[in-house]
């Protein structure tokens, strides 16, 4: 939980071995700054790095280490969790809020026999899946978003917290007739990073979680009155290289948004993407952030977000 009135380090952790030698992912620090009250509709994480404030979505490298295809994720929902936050692509410096539905914040039902997010979720900043393109392996264009990616290492991150991570697959889900790419990914300070290094280790060292996973994403939007979800590529998880040809793809598609040479809209404000459009000063970037309230006491969850819904897939 976060203190009130405290900017929270989102500090990387100390590397461990074989990654120990990546001294500029080690260097990298980030702060998260709270607005607003948590569960309501004002509430959002502002992000800086080295006391300057940043877009998490523009301004964090998508790599961590080229050489060694260490991506960064930020983490927008840590796992057990049920509060649908995510990157803020349409607001000026893209801090992290919660979803909104019906003008009330989403909350992600539990879905038997689930609690929550079954792993730390986020997205690779500076990804975009390009909704104007149609993406000739799945037949569906691109979801509008950064790329999402769970991660499924052993512990529970902290809400915006930024981690690097491994790669290791991805599945093609199909959400209400998009393409929306999730990737499967470890942190690469857990205790199983070294054991997992393809999409074939995980069924050896955690069997069932990718089963587990493909459901839940089928299931998750039920008790909201969706449809179940489907997925493309005949619903099998795709290997390393070609998770990371996916992403490499929509950092491509990034790089087209962040130049403006792209149809879109988003918000593309950025404090380090020099000679971009959207790229803004300091002082433009504390004039948004000065806007929002200050942080106040976290509301309620409502107590029906804590039920659970059985959910049948006949």
């Given at each position: 939980m976060f203190r009130a009135g405290i900017i929270i380090p989102a500090l990387t952790s100390k590397l461990t071995a074989p990654f120990s030698s990546l001294s500029q992912i080690a260097k990298m620090s980030y702060a998260l700054i709270q607005k607003g009250s948590a569960n309501t509709l004002d509430y959002r994480i502002f992000y800086q790095k080295d006391g300057k404030y940043i877009s998490p979505f523009h301004d964090i490298p998508w790599l961590a280490d080229d050489n060694k295809k260490i991506y960064n994720m930020v983490v927008e929902v840590p796992r057990w969790t049920n509060q649908k936050m995510e990157i803020a692509t349409k607001e000026p410096l893209n801090p992290v809020k919660q979803d909104v539905k019906k003008g009330k914040v989403r909350f992600v039902a539990n879905t038997y026999p689930y609690k929550g997010y079954i792993w730390n979720y986020g997205a690779i900043p500076q990804t975009w899946e390009?909704?104007?393109?149609?993406d000739a392996r799945t037949g569906y264009n691109g979801d509008n978003d950064p790329i999402d990616v769970c991660e499924i290492g052993s512990r529970v991150c902290k809400r915006g917290e930024v981690i690097q991570i491994k790669v290791l697959g991805v599945l093609a889900m199909v959400d209400e007739g998009e393409t929306d790419w999730k990737v499967i990914g470890i942190d690469v300070n857990d205790k199983d990073a070294d054991k997992l290094n393809d999409i074939s280790d995980i069924e050896a060292l955690k069997p069932g979680y990718l089963k587990d996973t493909r459901e839940w994403f089928r299931i998750y939007k039920v008790p909201d009155g969706k449809p179940l979800n489907a997925f493309a590529l005949n619903e099998e998880f795709q290997d390393k290289k070609f998770a990371e040809e996916v992403i490499h793809e929509t950092h491509g598609f990034w790089t087209e948004l962040i130049a403006d040479?792209?149809?879109?809209?988003?918000?593309?404000s950025n404090t380090t993407c020099k000679g971009t459009p959207g790229n803004m000063s300091q002082q433009q970037a504390e004039e948004i952030v000065a806007k929002h309230p200050a942080l106040g006491a976290e509301a309620a969850v409502p107590e029906e977000k804590e039920?659970?819904?059985?959910?049948?897939?006949?």
């Amino acid at each position: 939980m976060f203190r009130a009135g405290i900017i929270i380090p989102a500090l990387t952790s100390k590397l461990t071995a074989p990654f120990s030698s990546l001294s500029q992912i080690a260097k990298m620090s980030y702060a998260l700054i709270q607005k607003g009250s948590a569960n309501t509709l004002d509430y959002r994480i502002f992000y800086q790095k080295d006391g300057k404030y940043i877009s998490p979505f523009h301004d964090i490298p998508w790599l961590a280490d080229d050489n060694k295809k260490i991506y960064n994720m930020v983490v927008e929902v840590p796992r057990w969790t049920n509060q649908k936050m995510e990157i803020a692509t349409k607001e000026p410096l893209n801090p992290v809020k919660q979803d909104v539905k019906k003008g009330k914040v989403r909350f992600v039902a539990n879905t038997y026999p689930y609690k929550g997010y079954i792993w730390n979720y986020g997205a690779i900043p500076q990804t975009w899946e390009k909704p104007s393109h149609k993406d000739a392996r799945t037949g569906y264009n691109g979801d509008n978003d950064p790329i999402d990616v769970c991660e499924i290492g052993s512990r529970v991150c902290k809400r915006g917290e930024v981690i690097q991570i491994k790669v290791l697959g991805v599945l093609a889900m199909v959400d209400e007739g998009e393409t929306d790419w999730k990737v499967i990914g470890i942190d690469v300070n857990d205790k199983d990073a070294d054991k997992l290094n393809d999409i074939s280790d995980i069924e050896a060292l955690k069997p069932g979680y990718l089963k587990d996973t493909r459901e839940w994403f089928r299931i998750y939007k039920v008790p909201d009155g969706k449809p179940l979800n489907a997925f493309a590529l005949n619903e099998e998880f795709q290997d390393k290289k070609f998770a990371e040809e996916v992403i490499h793809e929509t950092h491509g598609f990034w790089t087209e948004l962040i130049a403006d040479k792209a149809k879109n809209d988003l918000d593309k404000s950025n404090t380090t993407c020099k000679g971009t459009p959207g790229n803004m000063s300091q002082q433009q970037a504390e004039e948004i952030v000065a806007k929002h309230p200050a942080l106040g006491a976290e509301a309620a969850v409502p107590e029906e977000k804590e039920h659970w819904h059985y959910v049948s897939k006949n």
